[in-house]
């Protein structure tokens, strides 16, 4: 366990109302991922952040922001949930540069 | 090709046998590579790395490298009911800059 959390683990929402997850870390580090996994799809990355306010995008980015303003927590905001967002949301963390990432629990995102 | 190719299986093997999952990937500047284990509805757990050429054992897994070849391969010894999940395979590609690309997951099934 990386001492990593995400809230809510579960959520339902409809069709154009804005979502945010949260990924929480308690182990000051500097990487932190967001993913999302698909049946076909595999994991892929949304956003990633390597530092407090330093963000860039994965390869599924459209229609996902991302903020990082503490070391502990990233944040990703679906503006205007869609239906094609259905999926479960891992958060990651890297404890160094070696590049080993460890997962959060994930979250279940349904939008009707 | 795709960036890493993995078998979808599902690979199925009696309990004691070897287990052989196997992992292509296109660049040849890949440098990290790493397997993932995932049981049905969890997060993906890190259970090998390797970065050298050959093989490198932990337990029963062991992880083979071959960077002339571009594949990369994680073998389970007595393999157990236990080590029923989905094993991703992932990497970090030249100029990947703390990214992984991952597979999209061998599902092995040991049977009692």
């Known amino acids: 366990d990386a001492g990593i959390t995400q809230s809510p683990r579960h959520k339902v929402t409809e069709t154009g109302t804005p979502v945010t997850l949260r990924c929480h870390q308690t182990?000051?580090?500097?990487?932190m991922y967001w993913y999302r996994q698909d049946p076909g799809h595999g994991l892929r990355l949304i956003h990633y952040?390597?530092?407090?306010?330093?963000?860039d995008k994965g390869e599924v980015s459209d229609g996902y922001s991302v903020s990082r303003s503490k070391t502990e927590d990233f944040l990703l905001t679906l503006e205007s949930a869609t239906s094609s967002q259905t999926s479960v949301y891992f958060c990651?963390?890297?404890?160094?540069?070696?590049?080993?990432?460890?997962f959060g629990p994930g979250t279940r995102l349904t939008v009707l | 090709q795709k960036e890493v190719e993995q078998n979808s299986g599902p690979l199925s093997v009696p309990e004691g046998a070897i287990a052989s999952l196997n992992c292509t990937y296109s660049?040849?500047?890949?440098?990290?590579f790493f397997w993932y284990r995932q049981y049905s509805g969890k997060s993906p757990e890190l259970i090998m790395f390797i970065y050298s050429n050959g093989d490198k054992e932990d337990g029963r897994f062991t992880a083979q490298l071959n960077k002339a070849s571009q594949y990369v391969s994680l073998l389970i010894r007595d393999s157990q009911p236990s080590d029923s999940a989905t094993y991703l395979c992932a990497l970090v590609t030249q100029g990947g800059s703390e990214k992984l690309v991952f597979g999209k997951g061998t599902k092995l099934t040991v049977n009692p």
């Open positions: 990651a963390i890297s404890t160094s540069g070696r590049n080993e990432q460890f």
């Open positions: 952040s390597y530092g407090v306010k330093d963000t």
């Open positions: 660049d040849r500047g890949s440098q990290s």
């Open positions: 182990e000051n580090h500097r990487y």
